[in-house]
């Protein structure tokens, strides 16, 4: 640079004919990658809420099956004894407060029966909202079954010998 040539303008002005802003076909890309993306993440992040809500089933019906053992160690049966003054309630019976029993958690609602004597029961823990349909059940033997209704997204659908939590899992 010459030092008789005045001093360049600090502030440069763009030219009359400078792009601004972007074109379509950028935003058009733009979109594409970001509809490509969701189309990818969102039904994983699906399959992964349902797995943490299939969790609240499982620990429903552990927790239930503690308190159902517990009953029996102190009282040799399963079934509430009406006899006694007072009644000694069952974990299962509805007549106990709703404040002292545990009958859902998250999106299932427990199920209790004694049968077919007061040495045996069944928990069933059945799902409302995004898991409808999804039924896990316990016996007194430890008997583990999931079913999974046909409407169920991302996991096959059946009955098993076994609490299915995951996509692709197998007894």
Do not use: H
Request: net charge positive; with cysteine; charged share 10%.
């Amino acid at each position: 640079m010459n030092r008789n040539t005045p001093c360049a303008d600090p502030s440069p002005r763009p030219k009359r004919g400078a792009m601004r802003g972007f074109t379509l076909i950028e935003v058009m890309i733009v979109v594409a990658i970001i509809a490509i993306l969701a189309a990818i993440a969102l039904p994983s992040y699906t399959t992964y809420i349902r797995r943490g809500q299939v969790i609240d089933a499982t620990n429903l019906l552990s927790a239930y099956r503690a308190n159902m053992e517990r009953y029996f160690q102190d009282n040799r049966q399963y079934a509430s004894i009406t006899t006694a003054s007072p009644a000694i309630y069952s974990p299962c019976d509805t007549n106990i407060p709703v404040a002292t029993r545990t009958s859902s958690n998250g999106l299932f609602v427990l199920t209790c029966s004694v049968a077919p004597s007061a040495t045996g029961y069944t928990l069933a823990a059945t799902g409302s909202g995004a898991v409808n349909g999804f039924i896990y059940t316990l016996d007194v033997q430890g008997t583990q079954t999931t079913f999974i209704p046909t409407t169920a997204t991302g996991m096959t659908p059946g009955t098993y010998s076994c609490w299915i939590t995951k996509k692709g899992q197998v007894c």
